[in-house]
């Protein structure tokens, strides 16, 4: 499958980093159609071999991702209907959370319930300093439904994000940063260049390691320490027996760059 634009999630490849702009104005909610593409695109990008690192930003300066598409909540005519949305954000979630190509968010505004939940299955987050981040949705009469109840006591323990889910409140980002929702902060107009910044350094190491990496990373934490600790002992001896492997460490005894073949 093509990593194409669609209609509402762009996509360019450059030097092996796919940025990938969701471009639903105004705010660029969340609904069930960019759900859809988002999910064929990142069907897609793990046997993708021009791609080494995907970027996720939002079309405009406004927001990222303003949330879920209140119109369609507002349709909802049944529980089923409710689960079935929520299930299909989920799936889309997980994948990028499961990618094992790292994938950074490029916060450059407005990133709000459903917009945050998709920033937290991102590996990485880059934030515009004029970025704002919440779980809004209590004020709604509703809740989190994307995964906000467990991703983000998992990144800002469960006391602050309980405060944020039960109240609805909205903060700055430089409270990101300290909290630990977000890697760095920096002017809004620079966040795209940051993360393309972090992409091509990324994309410099050998593919082989980096997938490793994520998967003992995010297998491990559902883990005990001791049977996480067995997942990094397996993914240690997988990459050690890469090509990568042996460049890597040739090339350091040898005081020169490696260069790696991401197998």
């Excluded at 209907?81 to 968010?105: D, N, W, Y």
């Amino acid at each position: 499958m093509a990593l194409t634009s669609r209609q509402n999630v762009k996509v360019a490849v450059e030097d092996r980093i796919a940025v990938v702009t969701i471009d639903h104005r105004p705010v660029n909610a969340l609904d069930r159609q960019t759900l859809q593409e988002l999910d064929q695109l990142f069907d897609a990008i793990p046997s993708e071999s021009t791609v080494k690192v995907v970027i996720i930003t939002g079309g405009g300066s406004l927001a990222f991702v303003a949330g879920a598409d209140i119109k369609e909540v507002s349709q909802f005519t049944s529980i089923d209907a409710a689960k079935e949305m929520t299930t299909l954000g989920h799936s889309v979630f997980l994948k990028m959370q499961r990618c094992p190509k790292p994938v950074i968010a490029a916060i450059n505004g407005v990133c709000l319930g459903g917009g945050l939940e998709l920033a937290m299955s991102c590996h990485l987050r880059i934030s515009g300093d004029r970025a704002r981040f919440g779980q809004p949705e209590v004020n709604l009469g509703i809740m989190p439904g994307w995964g906000g109840t467990q991703r983000l006591p998992r990144l800002i323990g469960k006391a602050k994000a309980t405060e944020w889910i039960l109240t609805g409140d909205v903060v700055m980002a430089q409270e990101a940063l300290r909290l630990g929702l977000v890697n760095q902060v920096v002017p809004q107009d620079q966040v795209l260049k940051a993360a393309k910044d972090l992409a091509r350094k990324i994309a410099g190491k050998g593919a082989v390691a980096v997938a490793q990496s994520l998967r003992a990373i995010e297998e491990g934490l559902a883990l005990p320490l001791e049977e996480g600790l067995k997942r990094e002992a397996e993914a240690f001896a997988a990459v050690a027996a890469s090509e990568d492997s042996k460049e890597g460490v040739k090339a350091f005894l040898e005081k020169r760059q490696p260069q790696f073949k991401d197998r």
